[in-house]
């Protein structure tokens, strides 16, 4: 693992500059470019709003449902984008990993980091939308990059195996937004951790998502620290799944080149 | 010094491997873990066995070898890009390989965020880029046009700019695979003469090669392979000798006859061509049609494989057409027999002979040929003198402008 790690410190500089070039690509074709970055998370928590706040009457734990789901809807639009533009890099770009040898992961792990991008785009939205509501930040927020580590690993873990599975088994591009909406539904994103009945909620916060949605909602919010129970179980399932999928991802690169 | 060591390198690839679904690979995969994991070998195909040889420093080794020897796999091996089977490789020093010129360019992306991303991908840092840029555009003549996406380039400005950033790597060992053959004379020799300056300076090559001019021209030793198996190592005369007076007379010798079928999951197992009136014939008039028709039977259910057909004179392939061009995919049953033919509306080449190659491989992109036949026919066409010189009938007239007309 160490070897591997150090391998792909080596080869930082072909990271950044593929990350680069995901960037540059996804808004060069695209007329609205960037604000893309905007749409999506926005007119999701639009739908969202009228739906869930005026049709069905959500609880929210007080919040202005606006800005109780555009608050999961921004991390969580971050996640399942880079998964699913991750999952497809390898095969997408055969021709460079049957011609010219580099640490594979560098393709999943920089469509992920591309997603940083529209990730920060979408968060200056939310800055201005939280003014709106009138948001009292306090110091918590400062906890948000210890969040966003937590789930950058936990997106690292699930590319590395949906991308290397995907080399394999080309079904995998099909069960992936399958996936994601089950994993939607299964993420306090709609609806409060609190309307989870307690019985559940130890087998629920397994979901890391889960943990870490709940947890951004209340550091950024409701203003108030993270609750460890839910954060802890989080942070030890995104680092384990990444290890094993790091281990399996290295594993299935020696054979790549020769199935792809 | 040895630079480069391969000892007693085998590579099988695994020929059901990765063909699509999970339907199929569930029942595999349950295999494996049952402890089933090296499949029976009948599903392997070897692509080397038991090579070995070794390159010392500032030396130049040519391989040489018909089509699918494995040539291709060494140099795959020896970038790293693959892994062996079984078997030992080392290579000091860095290294780099002129196999895919331009691969990793993006289409919507400048020459200039080309240049930066090829390199990276070359493993220059962005400091050496940076240093070496103005150098590497210079090289592949591309100043005025650095700045637009590289969709808007030729084909050659594409291969230019490919091949400056990959000389400009500077690596200690260089492995160089056919990429000559593109690109214009004049741009072809400033290649050739870089590539002389890296032997000048002492660094080590290894050179796939059809032609035997450039093989001449670069190598202190060559390496024969033939079926995965080294038959010849040493002196460059005497194995380009050996290669053309055994391997391609023998190819076209056996003519008609196209070896067992034995192992191979789907074969060709007859070749003719035909008039336009559907006569089998040798001797074609200059655009006139030409059919050529293949016979195949499949030992095995075979999913979506590519059918290729060649036209080359010497070692210049004039015109290929394959299958997946076409957009055919059709699967085939075990035990089907029949018949393929690729009809030419017109047979545009001038005076001469011509040869012609054909096989099917697994699919598009994979290195895996399933059969192949190199040279299996050849074939004459006439011309008229007035129809032109060269290979390519271009239906063409001359006119000059009349003064003030």
């Known amino acids: ?260 | 010094m040895a630079v480069i060591e391969f000892e007693h390198v085998s590579k099988a690839y695994r020929r059901h491997w990765g063909r699509g679904s999970l339907r199929e690979a569930l029942p595999q995969l349950f295999g494996q873990v049952v402890g089933r994991r090296h499949a029976d070998d009948a599903d392997l195909l070897w692509a080397l066995r038991d090579l070995s040889f070794t390159v010392e420093e500032g030396e130049t080794l040519g391989l040489i070898g018909p089509n699918g020897a494995g040539k291709t796999t060494t140099l795959k091996l020896l970038s790293r890009v693959t892994r062996p089977t079984s078997g030992r490789i080392a290579v000091h020093g860095r290294l780099s390989a002129l196999i895919e010129l331009g691969a990793g360019f993006h289409p919507d992306l400048t020459g200039r965020e080309n240049v930066y991303l090829n390199g990276t991908i070359m493993g220059l840092s962005r400091r050496e880029i940076d240093r070496k840029f103005d150098e590497i555009v210079a090289f592949a003549e591309l100043e005025e046009f650095i700045d637009m996406p590289v969709k808007r380039y030729s084909s050659g400005m594409f291969v230019r700019l490919g091949f400056a950033v990959a000389v400009h790597v500077d690596p200690d060992v260089l492995l160089v695979d056919e990429v000559l053959a593109v690109g214009d004379y004049r741009f072809r020799d400033k290649c050739i003469e870089k590539i002389n300056d890296f032997r000048r300076r002492g660094k080590t090559m290894v050179v796939v090669s059809h032609s035997k001019e450039m093989i001449q021209r670069l190598c202190n030793r060559v390496l024969l392979i033939n079926h995965g198996q080294a038959v010849f190592l040493g002196e460059t005369r005497r194995a380009l000798e050996l290669y053309h007076s055994g391997f391609v007379s023998e190819e076209l010798r056996k003519r008609g006859d196209l070896g067992s079928t034995e192992g191979k999951p789907i074969a060709i197992v007859g070749v003719e061509m035909l008039d336009a009136e559907g006569k089998p014939t040798r001797s074609f008039r200059s655009g006139e049609p030409a059919t050529v028709r293949l016979r195949y039977r499949a030992q095995e259910r075979v999913e979506a494989p590519m059918f290729y057909c060649r036209v080359r004179r010497g070692y210049q392939v004039l015109h290929s057409a394959t299958t997946a061009r076409a957009g055919i995919e059709r699967t085939f049953r075990a035990g089907e027999e029949g018949v393929v033919e690729v009809r030419y509306e017109a047979l545009n080449l001038l005076e001469g002979e011509y040869n012609l190659n054909v096989g099917i491989a697994r699919d598009q992109f994979s290195p895996i040929l399933y059969d192949s036949h190199d040279d299996v026919l050849r074939f004459e066409v006439h011309s008229f003198l007035q129809e032109g010189g060269g290979f390519v009938r271009l239906p063409h007239a001359w006119h000059f402008a009349e003064e003030g007309g």
């Open chain 1, 1 to 260: 693992m160490i070897n591997h790690l150090r391998e792909l410190w080596r080869y930082r500089e072909l990271l950044w500059s593929w990350t680069g070039r995901e960037i540059k690509v996804r808004y060069k074709q695209s007329l609205l470019g960037a604000a893309w970055a905007i749409v999506q998370p926005l007119g999701t928590a639009l739908i969202f709003t009228v739906v869930f706040a005026r049709f069905i009457h959500v609880p929210t734990d007080g919040i202005p449902y606006p800005i109780f789901s555009y608050a999961a809807l921004l991390p969580w639009t971050f996640f399942a984008t880079s998964v699913s533009l991750a999952t497809d890099s390898l095969v997408r770009n055969m021709n460079l990993v049957t011609k010219i040898y580099f640490p594979r992961e560098i393709l999943p792990f920089a469509s992920v980091l591309a997603g940083l991008l529209d990730f920060a785009i979408a968060a200056v939205v939310f800055v201005g939308m939280a003014i709106y509501y009138r948001v009292a930040f306090s110091w918590s927020v400062a906890l948000v990059p210890l969040l966003l580590l937590i789930q950058v690993v936990l997106t690292l873990g699930v590319v590395l195996l949906a991308s290397a599975l995907n080399v394999f088994y080309r079904d995998v591009r099909f069960i992936i937004p399958l996936g994601l909406q089950l994993w939607m539904y299964l993420t306090p994103i709609i609806y409060p951790l609190s309307l989870v009945p307690e019985r559940y909620r130890t087998l629920y916060l397994l979901n890391p998502m889960a943990g870490l949605i709940e947890s951004y909602r209340r550091i950024i919010v409701q203003g108030e620290m993270p609750v460890l129970a839910q954060i802890a179980p989080a942070a030890l399932v995104s680092f384990l799944l990444f290890l094993l999928a790091y281990a399996y991802f290295k594993q299935a690169e020696q054979v790549f080149a020769d199935i792809i």
